[in-house]
């Protein structure tokens, strides 16, 4: 279906977005963004779900047709829509918006679906279970707060990956550094080990004043050791 929304009716929602603060606030707006959610990051030119989904697939090393993966604030399904393409089968998603689950829930992709506030109530899901969790377009600021990160390897099984994503531009800047010191302390820990880090230049279009044309993003792929 052809878009009937233009980079002005995008760029209001996601300034608009701004405004909210406190987690509850934030998953408000996802609960009424999500009838335009998918229209619109296609506006944006949003390709963070394809990114993560392409960097897990070239580095996992099991059979994709048994992975099981977690896809933590999966929203309307973007990312599990591109694993599938990329043969991986089984899906668990998990999100705050209860607009943006039942979106999930009709694509048929999930096996179950969880609604859960990342950063207030726990990840109820079984631990050392997964084979690859993910999180896309989540992780930044005020949105899930940088502790859920041991939440997300805490439900990976060992040897089992943890593809992350965030966003580099100006406003994002600080929860980025705090995010990587998160996975530096982690790998320190011995948790786990970098698989890849993916710089992006091209991650999606802009909609502050101040930046360029396109703001800078970064995939980021663990894999557990124990
Ligand atoms: C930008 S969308 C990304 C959705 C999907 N992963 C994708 O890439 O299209 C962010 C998602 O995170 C969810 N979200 C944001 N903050 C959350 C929180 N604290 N707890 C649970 N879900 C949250 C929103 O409801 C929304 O579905």
């Known amino acids: 279906m052809a878009s009937t929304r233009s980079f002005a009716d995008v760029k209001d929602v996601i300034i608009s977005a701004h405004k909210n603060v406190g987690l509850q606030d934030k998953i408000e707006f996802y609960n009424t963004w999500a009838e335009n959610y998918e229209q619109d990051v ?3 030119d949003y390709r963070a779900p394809l990114l993560a989904a392409e960097c897990i ?3 996992f090393k099991g059979d994709k047709k048994r992975a099981i993966i977690l896809d933590v604030a999966c929203g309307t399904g973007l990312v ?6 990329n043969g991986f089968h089984h899906f668990v ?3 705050g918006s209860a607009a943006m689950l039942n979106l999930a829930r009709k694509t048929g992709l999930y096996q179950d679906l969880k609604q859960c506030i990342l950063g207030r109530d726990s990840l109820l899901v079984q631990e050392e279970l997964y084979d690859i969790v993910v999180m896309v377009g989540a992780l930044s600021i005020g949105q899930v707060p940088v502790t859920v990160i041991r939440e997300l390897w805490q439900a990976t099984k060992p040897g089992g990956y943890v593809c992350m994503t965030t966003r580099g531009n100006a406003d994002n800047r600080e929860y980025k550094a705090e995010l990587e010191n998160v996975l530096r302390t982690m790998e320190e820990e ?3 080990s970098c698989v890849a880090v993916t710089g992006v230049e091209e991650w999606e279009r802009a909609v502050a004043e101040q930046e360029s044309d396109y703001i800078q993003g970064a995939v980021y792929l663990y894999q557990r050791t124990k």
């Open 57 to 59: 697939t070239k580095n």
């Open 80 to 85: 599990s829509k591109q694993l599938k393409k």
């Open 42 to 44: 296609a506006v944006l």
């Open 190 to 192: 011995k948790r786990w």
């Open 93 to 95: 998603g998990v999100d």
